[in-house]
């Protein structure tokens, strides 16, 4: 075998590696009896281990030194380019500070479950602060020439981003989103819609299966939290969850549909090699909030609802349907925001992990700084700590770099429809009548088939002919101000 | 670390790959959407070549070799010792042939479906041609000094069985089984009992339940072929399969069952190390078989039976109930075999295998040598090749060495029975209230609790206080000839 193809081969096990460790992870949030966990945690570890092992080989490194000099295809020069970055980034961190830091990521989720349920911040804090200092220490190692820790934090995420880049584009959305919410709050008021699980079911079963979601390669399921697990091209698994007091499942199906369509539509010929799945959390995170946000909430898109409602049992106008799905109302809680106030949420996230990876923000500070945080771009009054620094599991697990994508996600996301809609015309014709396959062909050929050939803002750039910006979604958000018929 | 710590470390992982593969097996077969298929074979194929790696690997054996001078306690020297014969016989085969036998066993499975569903033999021959060669190379090398290729073959499923005993102990049954029969026909004759799916589905729950089966640490799942996965000490799934024509399911549920209790009370100390599993298939078949004829087929239990079909909806008496469970007619089918007959079936297989292996069969009389064979066993007459020797998965699959154990599996648990009735006294009267604890306690301390520290025959030996014979389930043949009320 020639270096090509043992470096395909490599590429084809750390790509299935991937697979089994997603679906371990499907299995234990769906499946698995509450008493596998420990042995479940094992068996992860151990997939962890092989992955480690397998992704930072001397001879993987040798495999690619040998394919400097050789003549390659354009697409075999970006396996080797991408394959190349995967296993100089492997190797960064020193394998101890990496099990150290999985180690205090699970200790921290168990420690804050427990302080968040109790509203104790102070028990959390030391937790944090070890887990804060892990991540800088990984960032300092992860770090490449000229970025800083916190980039190298952010590469694991959204490799090729810069801190300078997120402080101007979340500068803008905290200038612009505060004086646009009066009006989105007095436009599109909070409404509540009870409706019973039986109906919400038979529509979100009812909608996927319209958007081309068949039994021969997809799983809907329900979990604690929703979430997307690409176990293979024709295994793809979404789940969701049901609450009789509200809607969100057709929200929150539709949201993981984005990122599932996104891993099912990626080029066959990436299959298995270093460029086989999708680019960057951002990217992602583009692809569900498109579906979310662009189709789901989409004034058309109400009129499918609701007839898949009715065939579940229950009646509503979509007029009635679109404006619960599209209430703004400014809340403590990030889970639960609306689309407008939804990036505020993460900008406070980012400013605020910055400063504490930098060291400018003390832990015992935190809340203090939450607080003031939230008043000033939400205008709203956090009611205690477990509503407020204490509600994400992100920095308690370790996660560090990780927020920015959820915003990026949303702008990212209005610029494509807008892309869409100025190439292919309005949609809602099309999502009146439950027609989504132009739209999924348009995401195909500009977004998914290209994998991890084009990072975040290429890939942004080409898609959408302009660059990362935040014009589009602030457009997204002045029509929740508009008056509604 | 000291080479034992490394040695429990590596067995760790070997037990958590295990562990994965299973789950991997389980979900393709209960929960995977079909086109998940391809991507599934490939992700199998990394854990089989990561668990091979692992256990062949030098350093194993350095750690092994290590061990020998230091001092152990006694689980250690268990431990160390079942180790290394796994290490040593998992360097017998050459890799390439191990991975030609696994591709053509794949293969030979597509075949076979394809000529069993045309009933034609001819189009299957040259695979099976083909299984036989590479089983015969593979046995060749597994053999250990003195034994014959077939006895290689055999220790990969019950280590340390010789084909002159297994010869003397299903000779046994040819000559003792037959005559039984006329008497067990005329007695217990089969009878067709239809149950609607909702009240067998009511009553495999419920039954289950009464076992201590619970949702904390089980799964009840359905699939095609019923079978166990074990994916932790807390995390057991047995599935059964429905049908409203008979009342397999009631069988299958507790066959199952058996299966997965022994893997269950495996003592937690063994958990990660290579004892922790159950120690040969012919001793999990006597498990799965004692639950299936001595409980599920008991007439006390019955009772218990035919109060969960009523608590489902489905009124039948007990006595109907066990008659349906316990008729008996000779059929060319395996798999749908009752107690009496089912053993003769593996004996004509053993007696073919062991045949084709040794070459004093060729594959093109395999189908006359089956249709002379059961005339002589059972009485039967093979309607078709379909229905005759290209009923079974196992040969297409290259399992060779495999049947006896269903055999065999039969003879132990009838030992077991008996043993437990004459250390107990008779559990008529607990089967009758359902109440099966102290089987399982009496399994527990002389079966499942030593995992792979003892093999077949010793096990046998320490849980019954006799050797493997065949004299307590032929007893148990007779009970289908006596007068029934």
Redesign the interface.
Known sequence: MNALEQLRGRM??LY??A??EM??WW?QQV??????????A??L???A??THERGTDERLGAWLDELEGVELSELERDLVRIARRDWTRARRAPEDLVVERARAGTEGQQIWQKARAEDDFEAFAPALARNVELARAYGECMAEESQSVYEGLLGDYDYGLSTKHLQQVFGELAQALPPLLADAQAQSPQRELAVPVSAQRAAVEGTLRRLGVD?????IDTSAHPFTAW??????RITTRYSEREVESLLSSLHEFGHALYERQIDPQLE?TSLGRGTSMSIHESQSKLWENHVARNRAFAEVLASELDAGGFQIAPADLHAALTGVAPSPVRTSADPVTYPLHIVLRFELELELIGGGLAVADLPGAWRDGMRRLLGVEVPSDALGCLQDVHWAAGSFGYFPSYALGCLIAAALWEAIEAELGPRSEDLRRGETGSIKRWLAERVHRHGRRLDTLALVEHATRAPLRSEPFLRYVASFGERRD
Request: charged share 25%; aromatic share 2%; hydrophobic share 45%.
């Open positions: 084809g096990e299935d590696l697979a089994v679906l371990l299995d499946i698995m009896p509450a008493a596998g966990a420990s042995a479940r094992q068996q570890g151990l997939v281990s092989v039994e021969e390669s997809w799983r176990v293979g091209m024709g295994d793809m298995r």
